[in-house]
């Protein structure tokens, strides 16, 4: 296990062990294994080992140089060969990608029966997700069994309100949906065997009033009256309590312990003792169980909510296939809880042990408990072989993942795991070959100032934190670092005018300005354009944000998607595409509407929006031109996808990215997090939080284990928490989490520096007590740096050092030339749009439309077995269809040679168009020889139709769509569609 600090080579490291493996010990690469956790990072993996191995065979100093790193002497040139050769084998990769190929593979013995794997992922997973989130949302508000749930949503969002209470909640529940797949049992939700013996929520409301009377008798003393009074006005969840003030915190401290209570009121002190004691305990311990209570159940509410959300996921996705990288991880690791599932794992593992004996794991610090579960059993299995090598590498300082899943105390596993009787061999890189010996020493005076850390974040931290002091591998390299107090109305001055003092824009050097949130990267990335700067944020564009036509392209997909929305059409409004849109449709809105929403489902959500800005073309900038562009780049995408519903089109475009290399610009605005694993020559750090950490409004769920388990639940007050020693244990837990995190994002922001390393400190506000023991990542810094009095609090190294960089050029790019009129490419349309204009169905239309063909897809042909129908309306009324004989009829074989598909893919090209869509059963009869005689296309629909004319006149495009398409792929065998109308209870055929 190697303990890589930052800029220390490990990619170098990784790449060695791997041409070692396969050079001097003449491994085949393909029982090769080597993970790491983007693709970005996997591909610079696997190019910087064949660049290696391929500048080293032309050139023999290379070579030997090579061969003295590695400690054996081997033929560069056939180990080359072999890497190449293994290409299509060799697993290079990322680990979802290598789990994904794992079910892909063995994905019946994983228990995934139901249809061909496939991983999806992106748009097309968030928009199936929040289809069926939507629906699932709808049915439990519509039954009323969604209350509890929506107290918990309006509690955890509170003052945290995005763009739109839909996006809040699957955000929301896609937090909560990650825990439900973790494989908590129903007991877990809401901690049950915890808080067996809670009081009704109700009973605060019954007793409240008998029990504060007992305590207003007698009572003189002001402040105590005011909290009685407070207790009675409180409701519970309504938090009016906990507004008492400082009388109510120093009862609360006092009801922990037994005997009197003392509560210091200005010079003096007011004592409650004996049966008046008891009593406020009694009122606090009621209040704090029904507190509790609720908790409990709002976790449970979206706990029947998250379930209800996984089994339509279930369902509709995974049965069939279908899975996101989350769901693989929760596959591979199933074997942990079910043992059935072990058994099949060990199938799999068996198989997959006889194949690869050498395993490379790098970020280790990024590996959450689900992947660690997935890889597990493969890993004991090469540690334990004489000719099996385990190969980690990663850092405890880098684990800033863990809000993603990470966990750094895997660390501590792996050494718990294969440490015994020195099996594992630890080593760690202190040396760093990215940050000049100015840079390391501010990160040495902050990073390794323990004393600092254990005062501030806690003596927990302090263990875990473990640090050698780093030192450059090239001492020579001139640099500068530099912290310094600034006023937040100076800052952003200052900032501009430290750019320009270490020549960034005049000279050739790469600057890094790194910020906590995506909003700061917004506006400084605003403030430094202002001022001259080229500048890029976070290495990528953003089509739909960063300009005038992308933001109007996509409130119009916004309008499209909701009419109704007054800001997307005020956005239209107030654009030159208005024009264009009053040309065309007139100046009634519901026509523009009715006319674009045509064009984009005729012709594909590109045409509409080029034909929008065609005209507006040539008054466009150069920037304009290539950010439109991006975004009908974007539509164009989402057109061959297959889907073809506005709000899906905004969902694809709406968090639209496209990276870009910093190129000719100056400057590079980005978060911490989108820092990691890049170094620039100068980082600027302007924005160092001053907020203490950790943050307990942000601790909305607490989690543990009892003897029945792992637990969670929705927290609830902090004062009830710090009464209930199990939450209390929770909340330590999770603050040490935040300020180890904390820590590790500062420590990856300073390690970035190669030569020039700036802090900008906000000023301590005067009216901030005991400063010194401030728990911020600004004032760790400003402790642990700051020996000199002065704005500059700290300086290492030589200021002028940027003078020996050389100057700035731009390249000059040559006159592009004028291109031809564009050729359109063929559009991607769906069977279903050929059918005839009708009236869209109700969403609970919708849900049944979806529950019948679930149901119709699970019947083969009747008279080989008898389908188990589901006890649901669906179920009910296919059995009833099914008792029809002309019906029953076509689903039985009768002896025939027939081949049954069902749900059957198809994508055609006819007529220049390319159609792809999905028949709900397809009947391929054979005659002696094998050949196809007659075809039967077969669709379920539940149209609410009066006669069967209304039914052909709808679907005869899409039928004959079929038809043709059908007949192209079966030698032009006779196709007969047929729909099965559920509402006529007959069939229609075409």
């Known amino acids: 296990m190697i303990l890589a600090s930052a800029g220390s080579g490990k990619t170098f490291q990784l790449g060695n062990r791997v041409i070692g493996l396969v050079g001097a010990k003449q491994v085949d690469p393909a029982r090769i294994v080597a993970l790491t956790f983007t693709r970005k990072a996997a591909g610079e993996f696997a190019d910087s080992v064949l660049s290696k191995l391929a500048e080293c065979a032309v050139d023999p100093a290379k070579a030997r140089q090579l061969c003295q790193q590695i400690g054996e002497d081997f033929e560069v040139a056939p180990a080359l060969a072999r890497v190449v050769k293994a290409l299509p084998t060799f697993q ?30 992106g748009p097309r997973q968030e928009a199936a997700v929040s289809d069926i989130l939507a629906e699932v949302l709808s049915d439990a508000i519509e039954h009323g069994d969604a209350s509890d749930f929506l107290h918990a949503f309006r509690r955890a969002t509170l003052g945290k309100q995005g763009q739109g209470v839909l996006a809040d909640v699957e955000k929301f529940l896609g937090s909560w949906h990650g825990l439900w797949k973790s494989g908590i049992t129903p007991n877990g939700w809401g901690a049950r065997n915890l808080f067996p013996l809670l009081p009704d929520v109700d009973a605060w409301e019954e007793n409240k009033r008998g029990i504060i009377a007992k305590l207003r008798d007698g009572e003189g003393n002001e402040p105590i009256l005011k909290l009685l009074d407070f207790f009675e006005l409180h409701t519970v969840g309504s938090g009016k309590v906990a507004k008492a003030g400082v009388t109510f915190d120093r009862f609360v401290s006092e009801i922990k ?57 279930e369902r509709r996705l995974r049965r069939r296939g279908m899975l996101g990288f989350d769901d693989v991880k929760v596959l591979m690791g199933r074997w942990t809880g079910d ?13 997959l042990d006889a194949r690869y004996d050498h395993w490379l794991l790098d970020e280790f610090q990024d590996t959450s408990r689900a992947e660690w579960n997935g890889m597990v059993p493969l890993l004991d299995e090469a540690a334990s072989r004489e000719d099996g090598t385990l190969f980690v590498v990663g850092d405890r300082k880098q684990a800033i993942y863990g809000w993603r899943g990470g966990d750094v105390s895997l660390f501590d596993e792996i050494q718990q795991r294969y440490g015994t009787n020195d099996h594992l061999k630890v080593h760690t890189m202190p040396e760093s070959w990215r940050s000049c010996p100015a840079v390391l020493d501010l990160v040495n005076r902050v990073c390794g100032d323990i004393e600092t850390i254990r005062e501030l974040f806690g003596d927990e931290v302090a263990g875990i934190w473990q640090w050698e002091d780093h030192y450059s591998a090239k001492p020579n390299l001139s640099g500068e670092a530099k912290v310094e107090i600034v006023a ?63 933001v109007v392209l996509f409130h119009l997909i916004r309008w499209l998607a909701d009419p109704a929305d007054p800001y997307a059409r005020e956005v239209i409004a107030m654009s030159p595409v208005s024009s264009v849109i009053q040309e065309r449709f007139g100046m009634a809105w519901q026509a523009a509407w009715e006319g674009l929403l045509k064009i984009a489902q005729q012709k594909g959500y590109a045409a509409m929006a080029e034909q929008l800005v065609e005209p507006l073309w040539a008054d466009l900038s150069e920037f304009s031109r290539s950010r439109a562009g991006d975004v009908i780049g974007a539509l164009a995408e989402f057109d061959a996808s297959g889907t073809n519903t506005p709000r899906e089109a905004v969902r694809w475009i709406g968090d639209l990215e496209i990276p870009q290399s910093p190129g000719a610009a100056a400057v590079q605005v980005l978060t911490i997090h989108k820092s990691k694993g890049l170094g620039f020559d100068v980082v600027v750090l302007p924005l160092v939080e001053d907020t203490q950490v950790p943050d307990l409004g942000d601790f909305r769920v607490a989690r543990g284990e009892d003897h029945g388990g792992p637990w969670v639940l929705e927290t609830p007050a902090g004062w009830v928490r710090s009464l209930i020693p199990a939450l209390s244990k929770a909340e330590a837990a999770w603050s040490d989490a935040q300020r180890y995190e904390a820590m590790c994002v500062q420590y990856v922001a300073l390690t970035r520096a190669k030569r020039g390393l700036y802090v900008l400190l906000p000023e301590v506000p005067k009216s901030r007590n005991d400063p010194h023991a401030w728990t911020s990542p600004a004032n760790w810094i400003a402790r642990s ?81 008898t389908p188990q129908l589901p006890k649901t ?65 077969i669709d379920f629909k539940t149209d609410d139709v009066a006669k069967p004319e209304q039914l052909a006149e709808r679907y005869r495009g899409q039928m004959e769509a079929y038809r043709k398409i059908i007949a192209t792929a079966f030698g032009g065998a006779p196709v007969i569609c047929r729909i099965l109308s559920t509402k006529l209870r007959r069939w229609v055929d075409f």
């Open 92 to 121: 290079l990769g990322t680990m979802d990608s290598f789990f994904a190929r794992v079910v892909r593979g063995f994905q019946y013995e994983l228990g995934l029966t139901g249809g061909t794997f496939e991983l999806i992922e």
């Open 257 to 313: 312990n037994g005997g009197d209570i003392e509560i210091p009121y200005r010079k003096s002190l007011i004592r409650v003792s004996g049966k008046a004691a008891e009593t406020w305990r009694e009122l606090f311990h009621l209040l704090a169980g029904c507190e509790l209570a609720a908790a409990v159940a709002r976790t449970r509410a979206v706990a029947d909510l998250v379930g209800s959300l996984d089994r339509e996921c």
């Open 339 to 351: 043992e059935e599932a072990r058994i099949r794992r060990e199938a799999v593992d068996f198989r």
């Open 488 to 550: 937040k109305d100076d800052r952003d001055d200052h900032l501009v005018n430290l750019l320009h003092s270490v020549g960034i824009g005049s000279r050739s050097l790469t600057c890094g300005v790194l910020v906590r949130t995506n909003d700061q990267v917004r506006s400084t990335a605003a403030l430094l354009r202002e001022h001259g700067f080229d500048v890029i944020e976070e290495g990528r564009r953003q089509p739909v944000a960063d300009n005038a036509p992308g």
């Open 785 to 865: 740096a700051g020996d000199s009095p002065g704005p500059v609090i700290f300086q290492s190294g030589e200021p002028d050092w940027w003078r020996e960089i050389p100057a700035r050029h731009l390249p000059t790019s040559a006159e592009l030339p004028v291109l031809a009129q564009a050729s359109p490419k063929r559009q991607r349309i769906t069977p279903s749009g050929a059918k005839a204009d009708s009236l869209s169905s109700s969403r609970s239309g919708r849900s049944f439309g979806n529950d019948l063909h679930a149901v119709f897809e699970t019947i083969g042909w009747l008279d080989d077995a």
């Open 873 to 937: 309306a669906a179920g009910k009324l296919v059995r009833d269809l099914l008792e029809k004989p002309s019906i029953r009829e076509v689903f039985e074989r009768r002896d025939r040679s027939a081949e049954l598909h069902r749900e059957q893919a198809v994508e055609a090209i006819s007529d220049d168009r390319w159609i792809s869509g999905i028949i709900d059963r397809l009947h391929v009869f054979r005659d002696p020889l094998g050949l196809p005689e007659r075809i039967e296309v």
